[in-house]
Nanobody, 115 residues
Framework: QVQLVESGGGLVQPGGSLRLSCAAS????????MAWYRQAPGKQRELVAR???????YYEDSVKGRFTISRDNAKNTVYLQMNSLRPEDTAVYYC?????????WGQGTRVTVSS
């Protein structure tokens, strides 16, 4: 059974940094595309970043140059390094993968950017 567990969220001031982690079980993060989504209050969930099995990455325009998605195959964990955080980055961040015809989500981790 696929399970994704996010951690690393919290309260940070504008301009600060956080690193989110997504620990996976039931799949290998090196074999499947892994993604981070976020959902701000009153808004739809949106794709933030994705890393493909070959290492290619994709970023939503507003986070390019500030966020970095990576993975540690030995730890079977995907990360989202977030720098230069802005108030508009405030959201619940979710880890996601799609495999065997199903979509899997973690429980989410809340990020609040505020002074």
């Amino acid at each position: 059974q696929v399970q994704l567990v996010e951690s690393g969220g919290g309260l940070v001031q504008p301009g600060g940094s956080l690193r989110l982690s997504c620990a996976a079980s039931g799949i290998s993060v090196s074999f499947y595309p892994m993604a981070w989504y976020r959902q701000a209050p009153g808004k739809q969930r949106e794709l933030v970043a994705r890393i493909f099995s070959g290492g290619t990455t994709y970023y939503e325009d507003s986070v390019k140059g500030r966020f970095t998605i990576s993975r540690d195959n030995a730890k079977n964990t995907v990360y989202l390094q977030m720098n230069s955080l802005r108030p508009e980055d405030t959201a619940v961040y979710y880890c996601n993968t799609n495999t065997q015809g199903s979509s899997y989500w973690g429980q989410g981790t809340r990020v609040t950017v505020s002074s």
